[in-house]
T-cell receptor, first 116, second 115 residues
Framework: EPEVTQTPSHQVTQMGQEVILRCVPI?????FYWYRQILGQKVEFLVS????????KSEIFDDQFSVERPDGSNFTLKIRSTKLEDSAMYFC??????????????FGPGTRLTVL | AQKVTQAQTEISVVEKEDVTLDCVYE???????LFWYKQPPSGELVFLIR??????QNEISGRYSWNFQKSTSSFNFTITASQVVDSAVYFC????????????FGKGTTLSVSS
């Protein structure tokens, strides 16, 4: 069964460093998403991406964040200068497109980012 | 704006008990989708069910059942004869009828099933 994969599973970085989180969405899906979950809290939307453009983004997704689809399979989230409060689990998700209507988002296993 | 409320923070049951997880949502849109996801201790988010706003039929899948009531803006989830493997955090979520739109999650309910 196709699934979303994410690498690395755990990333430790120093405050102020840049990190890139990687995702391989399900191959025939057209929409890609990043969410984050601070430990013990709810899952929060960061950004959605379609046709090489940001489709929607939340207030959390400020200038420190960027997304890219560098090739036909990978989807990345970059945090330019990490802060302590960026420590969280980051989930990638992907969905197909039912015409213009929403479809189920399937999530990857997550990358746990720890900022020291 | 959309909002999902899961008032139960934690529930503890003994194996074989039935348990219902509550979910109340808010939206002004007439067309929307509701979801339940399971987050086991390993951390991944597992899709369980999706329901659109025009389909108020209850659904049963094995030991799981879902009760969608538009009149009370609720989408409750019942596990019958709970098992230890059901122990997880369960999230209710809402999205609008537009591709690429954010999933709005509730805060989750932690279910602990003991043997």
């Amino acid at each position: 069964e196709p699934e979303v994969t994410q690498t690395p599973s755990h990333q430790v970085t120093q405050m102020g460093q840049e990190v890139i989180l990687r995702c391989v969405p399900i191959s025939n899906h057209l929409y890609f998403y990043w969410y984050r979950q601070i430990l013990g809290q709810k899952v929060e939307f960061l950004v959605s991406f379609y046709n090489n453009e940001i489709s929607e983004k939340s207030e959390i997704f400020d200038d420190q964040f960027s997304v890219e689809r560098p090739d036909g399979s990978n989807f990345t989230l970059k945090i330019r200068s990490t802060k302590l409060e960026d420590s969280a689990m980051y989930f990638c998700a992907s969905s197909d497109q039912l015409g213009l209507r929403t479809d189920t988002q399937y999530f990857g296993p997550g990358t746990r980012l720890t900022v020291l | 704006a959309q909002k999902v409320t899961q008032a139960q923070t934690e529930i503890s049951v003994v194996e074989k008990e039935d348990v219902t997880l509550d979910c109340v949502y808010e939206t002004r849109d007439t067309t929307y989708y509701l979801f339940w996801y399971k987050q086991p201790p390993s951390g991944e988010l597992v899709f369980l069910i999706r329901r659109n706003s025009f389909d108020e039929q209850n659904e049963i899948s094995g030991r799981y059942s879902w009760n969608f009531q538009k009149s009370t803006s609720s989408f409750n989830f019942t596990i019958t004869a709970s098992q230890v493997v059901d122990s997880a955090v369960y999230f209710c979520a809402l999205t609008l009828n537009q591709a690429g739109t954010a999933l709005i999650f509730g805060k989750g309910t932690t279910l602990s099933v003991s043997s």
